[in-house]
């Protein structure tokens, strides 16, 4: 989506409403060039990830990256892709399975997000479904923006406002106390363990 | 809302563990009761 004040100027209602957009979901605008940065980081590096993945297979594991998954088998973590998400082999007669495997902390389990034999795969089948969420995520916020814009501005035409914000939200840079946040995260989550 | 960042919600929405309806203009509204069916099995 293009951003639609490029070729003509906002007017002056537009640019109120559009400050009283980003003042009300303030935290949609931070969190989500986040979450769009962490999976276009999942993406670039997929080839890395499969690659320590199967280095991983043919390796020993720590007893500590072993878990127990939802489907009663022991998996071995290789890579921390993100917060309690896992990417994990299996040994098996001929080579390895592999998943990605989401642990929640509360109840203590390890669902299976997916799973296959070829990691490069697995990975592409998880980024693609990160990728229908931030769909998903972008579609609502739209809906959320025009019925704010239509309740705060009634019998206005906002809708170049709505892009707007969706197009801010699609293409912002992290921002600098999120992003070295994030990075610490990253740096804590991102260990590789082989 | 549910005391998670949006990402983790809508990755719920995304993978059918939480069920929203579609109101006016496709925002999404998820009804209590799938709060609390999701917080009584997760």
New interface residues.
């Given amino acids: 989506m293009n951003n639609p004040f490029e070729h003509r100027r906002p007017t002056e209602l537009e640019d109120n409403a559009h400050a009283e957009a980003v003042r009300h979901f303030a935290d949609h605008l931070k969190q989500f060039p986040a979450s769009r940065e962490t999976v276009e980081r999942l993406e670039r590096d997929a080839d890395k990830i499969a690659l320590v993945a199967n280095r991983a297979a043919a390796r020993p594991t720590p007893k500590e990256n072993i878990i127990q998954a939802d489907d009663g088998k022991q998996w071995h973590k290789s890579v921390d892709l993100m917060e309690n998400i896992h990417f994990c082999h299996r040994p098996i007669s001929y080579g390895a399975e592999y998943a990605v495997v989401e642990h929640f902390p509360a109840h203590g389990t390890n669902e299976i997000l997916n799973r296959g034999w070829n990691a490069g795969e697995v990975l592409k089948a998880f980024t693609q479904g990160l990728r229908q969420t931030l769909q998903v995520w972008t579609e609502d916020i739209s809906g959320q923006v025009r019925e704010f814009l239509s309740e705060k501005f009634p019998g206005q035409d906002l809708s170049r406002v709505a892009d707007a914000f969706i197009h801010k939200c699609a293409t912002q840079a992290v921002s600098q106390k999120h992003s070295l946040t994030h990075s610490h995260q990253q740096n804590h989550s991102r260990g590789v363990r082989i | 809302m549910l005391g998670v960042?949006?990402?983790s919600v809508?990755?719920l929405?995304?993978?059918g563990k939480l069920k929203p309806c579609r109101?006016?203009?496709?925002?999404?509204l998820v009804p209590r009761t799938e709060l609390l069916k999701l917080l009584a099995t997760?």
Avoid at chain 2, 23 to 28: E, F, H, T, V, Y
């Fill in positions: 960042n949006y990402f809508y990755r929405i995304q993978r109101a006016l203009r496709g925002k999404l997760e």
